[in-house]
């Protein structure tokens, strides 16, 4: 029995492009419109889907906004995609 290794592409945070660290608090989401992360999000989704990726990897996103946000989108306009979605989570020690 043989198995074929599967091609995963790697979907970050939106906040990892204001190179301020936000990618790591989700802080953005205060400042930045759900559509405008969306808009920032399509392409590079439909980049790796159409270049044949087997799943997505919706990594490391910090805010419940854009989690939903992508999970939504997802089933909109890349019903066929499998992905998993894993999280950045910060804990407060008091």
């Known amino acids: 029995m043989s198995s074929k290794p599967l091609i995963v592409g790697a979907v970050g945070p939106y906040g990892a492009s204001l190179h301020d660290g936000s990618e790591y608090t989700g802080s953005y989401i205060k400042t930045t419109s759900v559509d405008t992360i969306k808009q920032w999000h399509i392409p590079r989704i439909?980049?790796?889907?159409e270049a044949g990726v087997d799943l997505l990897a919706l990594e490391t996103i910090p805010c419940k906004v854009e989690a939903e946000m992508l999970v939504t989108l997802l089933k909109e306009q890349f019903p066929n995609t499998k992905a998993w979605l894993s999280f950045s989570v910060s804990v407060s020690i008091l």
């Open 46 to 49: 439909k980049a790796l889907v």
